[in-house]
């Protein structure tokens, strides 16, 4: 047999048992979980079927908003990193000058870790003495100046916002990579033609572009689903709860010993992953052509 043929397999093995034994199995027991009432609280274990989905949905908490904060978040940073990302990348692989200081000035804050960047943000947007404010009322707009991350009605925002900061670098690689990979005689040919710059975007381009950015886009929703760590270090979920997602609710209800809740928010969001990475995958790649 054809040792070429086979190292393959061997590998695709490997991988199906790596996903199997620390993804699969744990996200299934996870679910398993959350038909119980597994606490901190009691040594024993009973079955209640749907009651703490009921209570995730139907019940008295905030656990709607929760999943509301989750969506809105995943939806608008989506849009704004890919938006972004992608007019910068377009801009950045023309030949400007000093292109590759652009590149890294843009790329650097991904490459920050989260804790720099949360108490970095936290300094910056204090109401009283952050340089963002106190920068307004230099220059005589004092009345712009706000309470970022306490105000209720614009923390979230806030939050959305750096993270767009933050993440918007990479997906301008990503494309950038993306871009520079299209060969030029297309753009060549369509120059002849008399194409401007917005039919050559249009038409060459952003359909070229088409497999890389639905990758973006699934990589930024399944981050979005799963954000914790930014909304952690800046908000901790405050004020009131106004910047709570799915993971720091679950990170709350696992710290209090209520484990039941927090496999069940665990599974909400599993469920959600799958139905929106399904769609969008398949919406995506709709036209895409198999050989």
Request: no cysteine.
């Amino acid at each position: 047999m054809n040792k070429a043929k086979v190292y393959p397999w061997y590998f695709a093995i490997g991988a199906v048992i790596f996903y199997t034994v620390f993804s699969v199995i744990p996200g299934l027991v996870g679910i398993g979980y959350s038909f119980t009432d597994w606490s901190a609280y009691s040594k024993e274990l009973h079955f209640v079927g749907l009651a703490n989905f009921k209570e995730v949905f139907m019940g008295k908490g905030d656990y709607l908003r929760y999943i509301t904060n989750t969506l809105l978040f995943t939806f608008v940073t989506t849009v704004m990193k890919t938006g972004l990302g992608l007019l910068f990348a377009v801009a950045l692989s023309r030949g400007i000058k000093f292109m590759n200081f652009h590149r890294g000035i843009l790329y650097m804050p991904s490459v920050l870790p989260i804790l720099v960047t949360g108490l970095t943000f936290t300094s910056i947007l204090n109401p009283k003495l952050g340089f963002l404010n106190s920068f307004l009322r230099s220059i005589g707009l004092g009345g712009l100046a706000q309470k970022w991350l306490v105000d209720p009605k614009i923390a979230f925002g806030s939050v959305m916002a750096v993270d767009i900061w933050r993440g918007t670098g990479y997906i301008m690689t990503m494309l950038i990579v993306g871009i520079l990979a299209i060969p030029r005689d297309y753009y060549e040919a369509v120059a002849v033609d008399g194409a401007n710059g917005w039919q050559r975007f249009w038409y060459i381009t952003l359909p070229m572009l088409r497999q890389t950015l639905a990758v973006t886009i699934v990589l930024n929703v399944i981050y979005g689903l799963k954000v914790f760590d930014i909304i952690y270090a800046l908000t901790n979920g405050g004020p009131g709860h106004r910047t709570e997602v799915l993971y720091t609710a679950v990170f709350k209800m696992m710290s209090k010993g209520l484990y039941a809740a927090g496999t069940t928010i665990s599974s909400v969001l599993f469920i959600f992953m799958l139905i929106i990475g399904y769609f969008l995958v398949k919406i995506l790649t709709k036209d895409e052509v198999v050989e």
